[in-house]
């Protein structure tokens, strides 16, 4: 089915420790993005990319690095995780143009609690 | 800079009763689409209205309704003879509709709803 696929799906990391948070489309989307959601937040953008090479910083992009070398792939990576990346990350894509509904399509969530 | 206001942090209503859901939004462009999504428990969000800053036209699905007011900047959402099922926390979103500038989403901090029976 198309869409965004995000794994994994829950992890737990030891402080210190790094790891990727995989996010595919295959929708051909030219945008790709990263929020995180902390409880009374809302999601927060964390990086961007309008394009395979091109990535961006959003709001809250300290601790974490992305890079775009395909269209369908957006992996984000924590170096060195800290129990203030705790948090429900999620990715999402688009077309630079809306065409139709919805316009953004989200991936399910990652649940990320590091210790 | 967009900012998304949801000022409601929890409501809480019982079964059948109306609710309306505030949300008041800032930006300097003219051009722009404002979303809705519900997150339910189970944690994905799901997409319930995208609606462009040119369609001031009030829109309703079922038990859903929005009012869209362009002189006060808000775009609430109201369910109407709520359900336990509609217990969940709702997003208000917008995004820039220019230049291919629809690259991120600013979220309101969310609502949440419990419609308790």
């Known amino acids: 089915n198309a869409g965004v696929t995000q794994t994994p799906k829950f992890q737990v990391l030891k402080t210190g420790q790094s790891m990727t948070l995989q996010c595919a489309q295959d929708?051909?989307?030219?945008?790709m993005s990263w929020y995180r959601q902390d409880p009374g937040m809302g999601l927060r953008l964390i990086h961007y990319?309008?394009?395979?090479?091109?990535?961006d910083q959003g709001e809250v992009p300290n601790g974490y690095n992305v890079s775009r070398s395909t269209t369908e792939d957006f992996p984000l990576r924590l170096l060195s995780a800290a129990p203030s990346q705790t948090s429900v990350y999620f990715c999402?894509?688009?077309?630079?143009?809306?065409?139709?509904?919805?316009?953004?399509?989200f991936g399910s969530g990652t649940r990320l609690t590091v210790v | 800079a967009q900012k998304v206001t949801q000022a409601q942090t929890e409501i809480s209503v019982v079964e059948k009763e109306d609710v309306t859901l505030d949300c008041v939004y800032e930006?300097?462009?003219?051009?722009?689409?404002l979303f809705w999504y519900k997150q339910p428990p189970s944690g994905e969000l799901v997409f319930l209205i995208r609606?462009?800053?040119?369609?001031?036209q009030n829109e309703i699905s079922g038990r859903y309704s929005w009012n869209f007011q362009k002189s006060t900047s808000s775009f609430n959402f109201t369910i109407t003879a709520s359900q336990v099922v509609d217990s969940a926390v709702y997003f208000c979103?917008?995004?820039?509709?220019?230049?291919?500038?629809?690259?991120?989403?600013?979220f309101g901090k969310g609502t949440l709803l419990t419609v308790n029976p």
């Open positions: 999402a894509s688009s077309y630079s143009v809306f065409d139709r509904l919805p316009g953004y399509t």
């Open positions: 929708m051909n989307h030219e945008y």
């Open positions: 990319s309008v394009g395979a090479g091109i990535t």
């Open positions: 930006t300097r462009d003219t051009t722009y689409y």
């Open positions: 609606r462009n800053s040119f369609d001031e």
């Open positions: 979103a917008l995004t820039l509709n220019s230049g291919g500038s629809n690259y991120k989403l600013t």
